[in-house]
T-cell receptor
Framework: NAGVTQTPKFQVLKTGQSMTLQCAQD?????MYWYRQDPGMGLRLIYY???????DKGEVPNGYNVSRLNKREFSLRLESAAPSQTSVYFC?????????????FGPGTRLTVT | AQTVTQSQPEMSVQEAETVTLSCTYD???????LFWYKQPPSRQMILVIR??????QNATENRFSVNFQKAAKSFSLKISDSQLGDTAMYFC???????????FGTGTRLKVLA
């Protein structure tokens, strides 16, 4: 049982390049999330998917797109990376009713945009 | 809008001593969940303790306990018998029942001193 996995763990991009962060969970959770973590700002929600087939914006969605590929996978895409998107990105999943809203987090991706 | 405030950016405590991390939140809702997450240097987010707002009894998990004051909208974390492995960033988080948007505080960096 791997929990929540994320790839890659580290990435360096040049301004304007694109990339997709991958996330998968094997806990059969309905809800999945993408956060970014910046120093002094805690975790901020980028996008979430309440269930397969649905996605919604969080607090800081600009510059990002997401795809809920199936129940297991939820990807985050940066179409044209900017230095302001340098951050640590976390994917999380939860099954609100059955686990009292506990979120399970992946190990994070450290992204640097130069 | 819901908010979570952690007013202590950094704290330190001697090994074996007790430390309390503070968290306040703001909401007009009555049913919600509160969490403390730990993020050690490995970056992995780990749930420390959870409190359901409808429960008056404070949650306890081994050396970790909370002081939940619903009227004051306060949710502090007490760590007893602090250990070197407790050195980490601690995040307070909140979610309204029936919703999907978690709100995180900005974190408190705790250092346990030998």
């Amino acid at each position: 049982n791997a929990g929540v996995t994320q790839t890659p763990k580290f990435q360096v991009l040049k301004t304007g390049q694109s990339m997709t962060l991958q996330c998968a969970q094997d806990m059969n959770h309905n809800s999945m999330y993408w956060y970014r973590q910046d120093p002094g700002m805690g975790l901020r929600l980028i996008y979430y998917s309440a269930s397969e087939g649905t996605t919604d914006k969080g607090e800081v969605p600009n510059g990002y797109n997401v795809s809920r590929l199936n129940k297991r996978e939820f990807s985050l895409r940066l179409e044209s990376a900017a230095p302001s998107q340098t951050s640590v990105y976390f994917c999380a999943s939860s099954e609100p009713i059955h686990s009292s809203y506990e979120q399970y987090f992946g190990p994070g991706t450290r992204l640097t945009v130069t | 809008a819901q908010t979570v405030t952690q007013s202590q950016p950094e704290m330190s405590v001697q090994e074996a001593e007790t430390v309390t991390l503070s968290c306040t939140y703001d909401t007009s809702e009555n049913n919600y969940y509160l969490f403390w997450y730990k993020q050690p240097p490995s970056r992995q987010m780990i749930l420390v303790i959870r409190q359901e707002a409808y429960k008056q009894q404070n949650a306890t998990e081994n050396r970790f306990s909370v002081n939940f004051q619903k009227a004051a909208k306060s949710f502090s974390l007490k760590i007893s018998d602090s250990q070197l492995g407790d050195t980490a960033m601690y995040f307070c988080a909140f979610i309204v029942s029936g919703t999907y948007k978690y709100i995180f505080g900005t974190g408190t960096r705790l250092k346990v001193l030998a």
